[in-house]
């Protein structure tokens, strides 16, 4: 009996669609995001900097891992992932990272406002996988949401006292 085109892996071909679409524009984020971070990483000085400085490496390591799952998940259905720089350059939602920042608390500002805005956009594409019928998309983005606020968090919590 020939397979039925209309479902792979269980989906509907427009949720697989729409899902892939959903996945390939997180992923252009997190890569925007770890791109950030590499960036403040690279250019930071000031006070606290060396704390600061490896705790970045921690959360590039964590940020790659969620773009990993978000690439393999957009493979698992049957889609493409769009992981290279110029996609996530084009289709990423994020604000455009500064070069010209030094200070540390700069940095901090900079990242906890991206991770903010990208977390929102995580948040919003748990819904649309729910909408879409895709529990299992759903719960890949709540598990990425989860890291991407406690890295917020993380980095946030380095902000001078006010």
Known sequence: MPLDTRFVHGLEDNTRKTVIDLLNARLADMIALSLAVKQAH???????FIGVHELLDDVVE???????????????????AEGTVDIAASRGEMERYPTDLVEVEDHVRALTER??????????AIEESSDAGDADTEDLFTEVSRQVD??????GSNAPSR
Request: glycine share 12%; hydrophobic share 50%.
């Open 62 to 80: 964590r940020l790659r891992e969620s773009a990993d799952l978000i690439a393999e998940r957009a493979q698992i259905i049957g889609g493409v």
């Open 42 to 48: 690279w250019n930071m000085k000031g006070r606290g």
């Open 150 to 155: 406690k890295d917020a968090w993380f980095i």
């Open 115 to 124: 991770f903010a805005d990208v977390g929102a956009r995580i948040r919003k």
